[in-house]
Nanobody, 117 residues
Framework: QVQLVESGGGLVQPGGSLKLSCVASGFTFSSYPVRWYRQIPGKEREVVAVISSTRSSSTIYANSVKGRFTISRDDGGNTVYLQMNSLKPEDTAVYYC?????????WGQGTQVTVSS
């Protein structure tokens, strides 16, 4: 079955960096776009970044993270990364990776990112 496992979250000071990883299994990873979302308690989950399938590997970013976050993929390792630089307190959230496979949404368990001094 499809599984997504995120890691790499933690506590970081404002201006710092973190790199999140999402390891996927159970489907042909290279053929599907992957999304990173984040969710703050009491708010809706919002998309942060999207990377298309390996054929083009094009990327899209939310305005709030453009220029600071970079999404990338390593199809050999079935992994998508989210490099987060110049972190701000408002980036504090649980970050999830997501894939739509056979018209169903799949999510990982999430990884907490806390930006605080």
């Amino acid at each position: 079955q499809v599984q997504l496992v995120e890691s790499g979250g933690g506590l970081v000071q404002p201006g710092g960096s973190l790199k999140l990883s999402c390891v996927a299994s159970g489907f042909t990873f290279s053929s599907y776009p992957v999304r990173w979302y984040r969710q703050i308690p009491g708010k809706e989950r919002e998309v942060v970044a999207v990377i298309s399938s390996t054929r083009s590997s094009s990327t899209i970013y939310a305005n709030s993270v453009k220029g600071r976050f970079t999404i990338s993929r390593d199809d050999g390792g079935n992994t998508v990364y989210l490099q987060m630089n110049s972190l701000k307190p408002e980036d504090t959230a649980v970050y999830y990776c997501n894939v739509v496979w056979r018209q169903q949404n799949y999510w990982g368990q999430g990884t907490q990112v806390t930006v605080s001094s």
